[in-house]
Structure formats: structure tokens, C-alpha cells
């Protein structure tokens, strides 16, 4: 059980701002896979266990695994934010939860008002639910609600329907839950711009403090890459970057503040762990095909479930690689994934020979970057990559 | 060897009608090779040649066959390519021997190939052994095949033998054939050295490796030898023969083929077509030699990495030395830098060469559409060759173009005439000669320029007559034509590596075909980059291609930096093989884009 949050200094600072991000690099936080959904939507390559589709994980196991794993990290922490993505985190009981939070706090300990944060399914709300997962601690909550018009949520392949986004999203509130968020895909061929406006005034009225916006990609491997290889329409470049360039706008007037690509928020409720990500911090991970990143190693668990299952039966660390970074190549990271934060990456040495390279200086010419207060930034949130590529290829070492 | 007990004879054929198979089956047959050594098409030994299936380089080859008459025979063969651009491997060949074997597909009959080999061997005075191969295919008509065959030749069909080259029937026969029918060699044994220069090939350690015929006196190691063309004296320090493996024999007597090492490591000091004689006693009169291999089209090759440059021209050299049919002057492009205009024999070879400098050199390219040579008459008389369309003088100072028209044979089962016909017309051919070789299938003649032989004529004519039609030309004269250069524009910048040189009247729709399929090709960038086609200062057609507006993974990846990241550098990789093109990426397949475009 956890105190009521107490105020922090950090929740004072604009979500974009560059005190906050210079924060977040020394951030600590947890990443706790839960692999379980009701069953896969056709966009997504996730490491899920699709639970329609038989052959299902026990629950019970499956978190005795991840204690397991959690015992078999090294030191670590203490931890400022916690999150449960997915997969479908609010397929576990909250039982199951409270066990992996106690894992965490006694293995790395957590800091004073450490955020907690887990992703719930609209489906599998109700107001009880919330109320365990207040009583568990969590102080943040993202609701894949992603889209207000049925009939894109019927062409996403999703089992809810708007009422019961509407129901959580106030249920969320009634309980307590310090910040609550929701998940929309845009860019879907069957959304209109009718439909993404309509989409947008409702995120805009419901009430929420956190929106993170995804645009719909064509993943290998997926019912919908098979859909449009054989002659459905595929999401277009040009929509997706009018929609976005629209929800910047408005959500901009509703008093929301982009802080990376896809998230936006409320004053006061960046959604930390999100935000160290980007901004280089560490991060300890568990669960399958879960992802970690600490003292310059990225390491990555099997995605697998028999696989994980059998290196945790064998007292072994689930991995299936472990990537061990130079500094000089963590410093490429950190101005690789910091491009993506509207607060940009620091003016490190590196980034320092992206800007002046031939390079970087057509893309700041093109009015694509821009570097201020010892900081690169991308102007043109949608062209991300095409200035991420560039400086990946800026030559590690001065020469 | 008795000249009485040799006989020298290239294999002849059109592309695929079973040469390099029925080499293997001789080889086998004579011992030449052991069982296990033996594989598949053997003398196409180089990695292209066995990748495409098709012989590119003439091979040499010894072998002894025991004859039924108790003798033994030493028998010289070559075998040779049948693709059209490498006909002229096929007459250095003829020039070695007394024969030629001149087979034909049983199932396709007489193709262009055929009869435009069966011609050579005819003027160089060869005797000629018809045969038909594949017998063993089910599609198999190997009497009408043996009638075409009479046909084209003049002889009877009792002459023609007729064998499988796959399963081995009718080679006995065939070795027994070879012995009876072709002639022996002529030369003087007695007379001065006078031995033929055929082709040559390097190698790293012994240097310059000359194929000859000997068809005079003799030659042995140690002999002080001249090159009568180039005048240059040089010790022979190794001779034998191949078989294919290098057998060092240390003598060579006259009607025998084998090979020369002078431990010269420059090919330009040997010559294929020159005549080997003794320097103490030299021949008077040197052998016949060959006209140099034309280049037919010139395309301009660019490192995409522009520090590549001395790079492209140690591998070019390099090339040379077992391809003496490049040619290659250094060119400098505005839009693409320092590189090399290469004059090539035809499409396959410009393929070729790039594909070779590409992967043995680990070059980087950018081709450009390939051209044919024009010669540009000016105001004040002189003449000027133009090989490339950027160097096409302004057309205030021109009288005129002229541009080089080509002989050219197509060979079509008869109901695809009119088809044929058409196609021609529309690219400015004239009609000539028509014969029958069978009922069925009829030897069409027409007159055409090489600018539209070298674009997509052979594959249309294909599709036209469903893979039946077959194609040869040569060199005809040069004619006036009404030529334009078509320029392109990309950002209001003239790029010279995409100028082309077109007729007039197909000039409107080249230009907004080109910056129609460019606009497809060129990726969008960071902004709007508008692509247009202009004939001197006139803008013909325009098209745009729109900045790009998401270039983003705009989803969670679940903090897996590392698999972005490699995503990221694979992108990244792919746009390597983009050439800036002034501040705009061009991929390298754009610069060969007028190959691609539909110009009707
Ligand atoms: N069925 C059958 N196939 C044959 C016979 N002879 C050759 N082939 C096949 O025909 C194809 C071409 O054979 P090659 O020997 O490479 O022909 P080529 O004339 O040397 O070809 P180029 O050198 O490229 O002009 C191969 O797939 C051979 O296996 C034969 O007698 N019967
Ligand atoms: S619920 Fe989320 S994680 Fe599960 S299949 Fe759908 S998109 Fe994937
Ligand atoms: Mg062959």
C-alpha cells in the first residue's frame, strides 16, 4: 500500500520542457510485460498470448515466472515510475498486480511518489477493478480506447465500443486514478476526416489528462499487412500526417501539451516513465519480449512464451541478446531517441557533429531542425526519421 | 602432331541451342575429363557464365579421341557464345579452325543466331557440319529442323547428324563424323612461324595468356618471338596446351591451337587478331587479323561515392585484361561527378560489366541510359563524334545528326509477320529481304536505327510473338535522321546524365513519359521537387514530386531502441545507393530509367 502522492517538484514543469527531460535521464524506472488479450487485433505484432486462440498461459504461472526474473535483476533503482504495458495488463487480477508491484518495491525500492501506471482495455473495466488498482498503488492509468467512432473501432478489429471508453474514462475518475489517459490510432482506411475530427472533440471533452496518438502502421506479419498485400487499401502517408497536424491543433487549444511524437499532456501529468524512455533514462524490464536498458547494455527477453518459461524454469535470465553499447554509441542513442521529445536531445558532442555535418545542416536549412539552449530539435514532428537516419550515420569518434 | 591427324572446329549455334552441353559430352566421350570431375555446361567456368546459364567468353579446349580406325586424333575445339553481343568471340573463333559444328535446337529450329553464324562460317571458308540437337525433347521436330537446316546451308538433310547433347546419343557418331568430314590443317610446316593470336585472358601469376593457332613453322619455349602488328619482340618463355587445365607442352607445330606465355603483364602489347612470328626469321606476310569489336552503346558509369573514382578505373583496367572489347574515357558529369563513358558491345555486356565491377570490386554504381554513337555534322564541315547526349553540340551550330542503322535479321514462325511488321514500323525500320526457310517460318530483313534496337526492341518483338521471334543485326552506314536531345530538369537544374538524344517526332512523348516515370522512381524528399523535360529552352512536360510529409514510426515500441535503431540503418543503407543529384536524392535505377519507359 503506498501514500498519497506527495507533491514534487517535477509536476510543476511543462510537459515539453527541457529542465523536465534533463530530469528524466536520471529517472529509474520498471517495465512489466503482460502478454495476455482477449485476442490479437489484426494491426498488431506485439508479443501477445492471444488468449481466443486456446493453448492459453496460466496467469498464476506466468507471474510466478516474472517474480522469478524480477529476483534475478541486479541492483537497481530506487524506482521513480512503474509500467505495465501490454499485451493487455488489465487481463490480470488484481492480486497478480499487487504481487509484482511488492516484487519491485522489495528488489529495487521505490522513491516518494513514484509513478505507476498500467494500460486497461475498456472491455475489462469496471469501477471495482479501478478501485483494487487504486488500493494497489497505481496512479496512472492509459485506456486503449483508440477511437470514438465505432465504425473505425469495428474496422481496428477492437471488442469495445464507445460507451465503455466513456465508462471508464469516468469510472477512472471516480476512483481516484491521479491521471488518466487514453490510446488513439488515426489513420485507419475506413476513418474519415469527419470521423478523426469527431474522434479528436470527444477526446477533447471526456475529461482525460493524457492522449497518446498512434498512427496506424502496416506490420509484417499481421492480418492487416496479409489484407493489404492482397488488395485492401492501406493506410496513406499524407492522411496520417493531416490527421496528426489536426490533433496537434486542436489539442493543442484543449490545453494539451506534446511532449514526444505521440503523447501529449495536461500540465502536471507527463507520463514519466514515457518520458525517461526518451529521454536515455534506465529501465529494468520483465516479461516476455520485454526490453531493458541499463549501464549501457539493451538487452532483450524471448518472446516466446515456452521459451521464457523454460530460462526461467532453468534459473536462467530469459535472453535472447544483449547489445553493450560504447559511450560513444549510448551518446548516438540518446540524440537517436531524444529527436523524438519536443524538448529535443542535449547538445552532447555528438550531436554536436550531427548538427554541423553537411547533413544536418540541409535539415536545419529545410527548417526540419533546429538547435537551441544547447538543444537539437526536431521541428517537423513527422519527419522524425528522416533526421534520425541522418544522424545515425554521423561518425561516432572526432576525428 | 601430322597435320593428317588434327582437326580445328568452333561450335556454332544460336543462344541455347546446346553448345557448352555438347562440349561437355566431347570432353566426356574422349576421356578429357574424369567422371567426377565433370559437371554441367564445364567450360562455362566463369561465376556470371554459370549464374546466367550462357556462355560469355569463347572457350579453347584439346582433346585426343581414339577413332575407330585405330589413329589417334588430336582435336582442337572452341566453344563459343551465342548471344548476339558476343558474335564477334564467335568469328575470332572461325579464324582458328578448318570447321565448325552448327547446331540447332530440334524443338525451335532455325533462329537468327543461327543463320547469322552459319554466315560467318561460310565466308571464313569453313566446312560446315549441321546438327540438331535435343532430339530427346518431347516438343522435339528434328526433321524440320534437318529441312531448315539443308535449307539455309544448301546442302541435302542426309547430312545433318542429329544427337542429344543431354542424354549423349549420336555422339559417337558425331566423333567419327568430325575425323571424316572436316578438313585437315594447310599450313607450312616448314615455312617461318606464323601463328594467330585468337583471344587471350590473364592471369595474375603468369601474366598475358595468348590463345593461337599455329598455322605455319613452329613455335618453342625459349624461342625469341615477334608480334608482327605491333612489332614488339618478347620471349616465349611457356607454350602448351588447355584441356582444359593448363598443360605446358613446351611446342606447338603448325594446324595446332594452344596457348603462349611471354610473362607480359600488359595486354595492350599483345593483341588479339596480331600474328606471332620468329624474330630471327621472320614471316613476311602476317596473318589476316580482325577488325576491332565495335562498341554498339555507350553508357556513362559513375562511383556513387565519388572518392570511388580511381577505384572504378584500377577495376576497369582490370577488366580489360580478359575483356579486350571495353573501352573507356575518362567523362566528367556535372550532376554525377568524375566517371568513365564505356563503350560496351550491347546491353547484355554493359550488364555484365557493371554486375562484374559491382560484386568483384565491390563498386557502387550509377549507369546511365545508354546511347549510341552519333556523329554531329557542324556548320564549318568537321565532323564530330558524339557518344554521349550531353556532348551533342547546340543546334545552332549543327547541319545535321547521323545516326547509325543496323542490319537487322528477325526469323518468325509466319503468323506472327504482320505483328513483326507493325513493331518495326513504329520504330523507324525498313522492310528488305523476306524468305522462307520452311512454311512455317519466315527470315524477315529490315534496315534500323541502333537507338531502337538497344532500348526494349528484342523484348517487345518477344512478347509480340510469344518468345517465337528471334534477332540478329550488324553494322550497316550511318544516316541523317531528325534528332533532338530531350533535357531534364529536376529543381530547375538541367541534370545532363538524364539528356537523351530521341527523334524529333517521339521527342513530346519521351519527355513526358521520362518525367512520368522519374516522378515514380525519385523518392519524395524534403521538399517539392519538380521534375521537367525540356528540348533546348522549351519546356515539354512537368511533373511533381511532393515533399514528404511522414517519415515516423509514430507508435510504441516498447522502449526496443535497438530494433529502431536497426531499422533506421537498413533505411539508411537503402538510401546509400542514392546519388545527390545537387541537393535532391536520386536512387541509381532513375539514371536508366529512359530503358524502362514505354515510348509509344
Ligand atoms: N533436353 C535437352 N536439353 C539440352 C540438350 N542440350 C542442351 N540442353 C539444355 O539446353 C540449355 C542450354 O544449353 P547450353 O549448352 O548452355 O547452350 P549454349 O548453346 O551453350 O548456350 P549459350 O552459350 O548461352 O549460347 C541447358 O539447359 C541444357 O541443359 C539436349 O540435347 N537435350
Ligand atoms: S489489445 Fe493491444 S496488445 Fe493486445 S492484440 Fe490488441 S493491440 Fe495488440
Ligand atoms: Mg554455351
Redesign the interface.
Known amino acids: 500500500m503506498r501514500a498519497p502522492v506527495s507533491p514534487d517538484p517535477a509536476n510543476g514543469l511543462a510537459p515539453d520542457s527541457a529542465v523536465l527531460a534533463d530530469l528524466a535521464t536520471e529517472w529509474k524506472s520498471a ?1 512489466v ?1 503482460v502478454p495476455f488479450c482477449r485476442r490479437r487485433c489484426p494491426y498488431c505484432d ?1 508479443a501477445i498470448v492471444d488468449e481466443s486462440a486456446g493453448g492459453a498461459l496460466d496467469h498464476g504461472q506466468y507471474v510466478e515466472a516474472l517474480l522469478s526474473e524480477i529476483a534475478m535483476e541486479s541492483r537497481f533503482g530506487p524506482l521513480d515510475a512503474v509500467n505495465f ?1 501490454g499485451g493487455t495488463p488489465s487481463r490480470l487480477a488484481p492480486r497478480y498486480l499487487v504481487a509484482v508491484i511488492e516484487a519491485l518495491g522489495e528488489r529495487f525500492g521505490m522513491k516518494d511518489g513514484a509513478e505507476m501506471s498500467l494500460e486497461v482495455n475498456p472491455e475489462d473495466w469496471s469501477d471495482e477493478y479501478g478501485a483494487a488498482l487504486v488500493a494497489a498503488g497505481f496512479t496512472r492509468i492509459s485506456i486503449g480506447a483508440q477511437s470514438f467512432d465505432s465504425i473505425v473501432l469495428e474496422a481496428l478489429g477492437r471488442l469495445h465500443d464507445v460507451g465503455l471508453i466513456e465508462a471508464a474514462i469516468s469510472g477512472a475518475r471516480s476512483v481516484g486514478i491521479r491521471s488518466v489517459g487514453i490510446d488513439l490510432i488515426f489513420g485507419h482506411p475506413g476513418e474519415t476526416d469527419e470521423s478523426w475530427e469527431r474522434t479528436i472533440d470527444r477526446a477533447m471533452d471526456v475529461g482525460v489528462d493524457h492522449i ?4 496506424l ?1 502496416v506490420e509484417p506479419g499481421t492480418e492487416l499487412s496479409r489484407q493489404v498485400h492482397s488488395g485492401a487499401p492501406a493506410p496513406d ?2 492522411v ?2 493531416d490527421r ?1 497536424q489536426r490533433f496537434e491543433e486542436v489539442s493543442r487549444d484543449g490545453g494539451f501539451v506534446r511532449y514526444e ?2 503523447n501529449h499532456a495536461k500540465p502536471g501529468h507527463v507520463c514519466r516513465y514515457n518520458l525517461a ?1 526518451w529521454a536515455h533514462g534506465e ?1 529494468v ?1 520483465f516479461g516476455i ?5 541499463r549501464w549501457g547494455l ?1 538487452g ?1 527477453n524471448h518472446r516466446r512464451p515456452d521459451r521464457y518459461l523454460e530460462a526461467i524454469a532453468a534459473g536462467k535470465r530469459p535472453r535472447v ?1 544483449i ?1 553493450n553499447l560504447t559511450a560513444p554509441e549510448q551518446e548516438r ?1 540518446q540524440l ?2 531524444g529527436l523524438r521529445l519536443t524538448a529535443g536531445a542535449p547538445l552532447t558532442p555528438t550531436a554536436q557533429r550531427f548538427v554541423s555535418s553537411a547533413a544536418g545542416e ?2 536545419i536549412r ?1 527548417g ?1 531542425l533546429e538547435v537551441v539552449e544547447e538543444r537539437v530539435r526536431v521541428l517537423k ?6 533526421v ?2 541522418e544522424a ?2 554521423v561518425s561516432l569518434n572526432d576525428c | 602432331m601430322d597435320q593428317s591427324r588434327i582437326r580445328n572446329f568452333s561450335i556454332i549455334a544460336h543462344i541455347d541451342h546446346g553448345k557448352s552441353t555438347l562440349a561437355d559430352r566431347l570432353l566426356e566421350r574422349t576421356g578429357a575429363i574424369a567422371e567426377r570431375d565433370m559437371r554441367d555446361q564445364l567450360l562455362d567456368d566463369m561465376d556470371l557464365e554459370r549464374e546466367r546459364g550462357i556462355t560469355i567468353k569463347a572457350n579453347a579446349v584439346r582433346i585426343d579421341y581414339d577413332a575407330k580406325n585405330g589413329e589417334r586424333y588430336e582435336l582442337n575445339l572452341i566453344d563459343t557464345p551465342g548471344h548476339v553481343d558476343f558474335s564477334y568471340e564467335v568469328s575470332r573463333s572461325l579464324e582458328a579452325c578448318e570447321g565448325a559444328l552448327l547446331i540447332v535446337d530440334a524443338a525451335q529450329g532455325v533462329e537468327a543466331q543461327t543463320l547469322a553464324n552459319a554466315h560467318l562460317a561460310i565466308e571464313s571458308g569453313l566446312e560446315i557440319i549441321p546438327i540438331v540437337n535435343k532430339i530427346d525433347l518431347p516438343a522435339a521436330d528434328p526433321d524440320r529442323a534437318a529441312r531448315e537446316l539443308a535449307n539455309i546451308l544448301g546442302g541435302s538433310t542426309d547430312e545433318v547428324v542429329r544427337i542429344s547433347a543431354k542424354s549423349g546419343s549420336g555422339i559417337d557418331d558425331l566423333l567419327e563424323i568430325i575425323v571424316d568430314r572436316l578438313p585437315t590443317p594447310i599450313g607450312d610446316p616448314d615455312a617461318p612461324l606464323r601463328a594467330l593470336v585468337f583471344d587471350s585472358y590473364y592471369d595474375t601469376y603468369r601474366g598475358v595468356v595468348a590463345l593461337i593457332r599455329v598455322v605455319d613453322g613452329s613455335l618453342t619455349e625459349g624461342d625469341r618471338i615477334r608480334l608482327m602488328a605491333s612489332g614488339q619482340d618478347l620471349d616465349a618463355s611457356e607454350v602448351g596446351v588447355r584441356r582444359p587445365a593448363i598443360e605446358r607442352t613446351g611446342r606447338l607445330v603448325a594446324g595446332e591451337v594452344g596457348y603462349l606465355i611471354t610473362g607480359v603483364k600488359d595486354i595492350d602489347l599483345i593483341r588479339v587478331g596480331d600474328t606471332v612470328t620468329q624474330a630471327g626469321n621472320a614471316a613476311s606476310e602476317p596473318l589476316e587479323g580482325y577488325a576491332e569489336p565495335k562498341s554498339m552503346v555507350f553508357s556513362g558509369l559513375f562511383p556513387t561515392d565519388g572518392d570511388d573514382f580511381e577505384r572504378l578505373r584500377e577495376a576497369l583496367d582490370k577488366l580489360r585484361l580478359n575483356d579486350s572489347s571495353l573501352r573507356y574515357t575518362a567523362e566528367t558529369s556535372r550532376a554525377l561527378g568524375f566517371g568513365f563513358r564505356v563503350g560496351f558491345l550491347g546491353l547484355l555486356h554493359m550488364d555484365i560489366v557493371r554486375e562484374r565491377l559491382e560484386r568483384e570490386y565491390d563498386l557502387d554504381l550509377v549507369a546511365t541510359a545508354p546511347s549510341v554513337e552519333y556523329r554531329a555534322i557542324l556548320l564549318d564541315g568537321s565532323e564530330q563524334i558524339v557518344q554521349s547526349p550531353q556532348d551533342l553540340p547546340s543546334p545552332g551550330a549543327l547541319v545535321t545528326i547521323e545516326e547509325p542503322y543496323m542490319k537487322v535479321m528477325i526469323i518468325t514462325p509466319s503468323e506472327y509477320i504482320g505483328a513483326v511488321m507493325e513493331l518495326v514500323q513504329t520504330k523507324r525500320g525498313e522492310m528488305g529481304e523476306m524468305n522462307y526457310l520452311s512454311p512455317e517460318r519466315v527470315e524477315l530483313h529490315y534496315l534500323m536505327p541502333l537507338a531502337e534496337i538497344v532500348f526494349d526492341f528484342f523484348d517487345t518483338l518477344k512478347s509480340r510473338t510469344r518468345g517465337y521471334a528471334s534477332l540478329d543485326y550488324e553494322p550497316d552506314e550511318y544516316r541523317p535522321a531528325d534528332l533532338v536531345r530531350v533535357d531534364i530538369l529536376l529543381n530547375a537544374v538541367s541534370v545532363d546524365a538524364f539528356s537523351t538524344i530521341v527523334h524529333k517526332d517521339r521527342a513530346y512523348n519521351y519527355g513526358k513519359a521520362m518525367v512520368h516515370k522519374l516522378r515514380e522512381l525519385i523518392p519524395r524528399q ?2 517539392d521537387v519538380p521534375i521537367q523535360a525540356a528540348i533546348g529552352s522549351r519546356i515539354i512536360a512537368r511533373e511533381t514530386v ?1 515533399a ?9 515500441y ?5 530494433r ?2 536497426k531499422l ?2 537498413r ?2 543503407e537503402g ?1 546509400k545507393r542514392m546519388k545527390m543529384v545537387g ?1 535532391v536524392e536520386v536512387p541509381q535505377e532513375a539514371f536508366i530509367a529512359a530503358l524502362k519507359i514505354d515510348q509509344d
Not at chain 1, 212 to 215: G, M
Not at chain 1, 381 to 386: A, C, I, N, S, Y
Request: glycine share 8%; hydrophobic share 25%.
Open positions: 517495465y510485460h506485439f504495458g497518446s496518438t498512434y498512427s502502421t502517408d499524407d496520417q500526417a496528426y511524437i505521440s524512455t529501465y524490464a519480449g520485454a526490453h531493458d536498458h539493451r532483450r541478446g547489445e542513442d537517436m531517441v540541409r535539415l529545410a526540419i514532428p513527422m519527419l522524425t526519421d528522416t534520425a537516419r545515425l550515420s | 524534403q521538399f511532393k514528404k510529409r511522414k517519415d515516423v514510426t509514430a507508435k510504441c516498447g522502449g526496443d531502441i535497438t529502431k535503431r533506421l540503418e533505411q539508411k538510401k541537393s
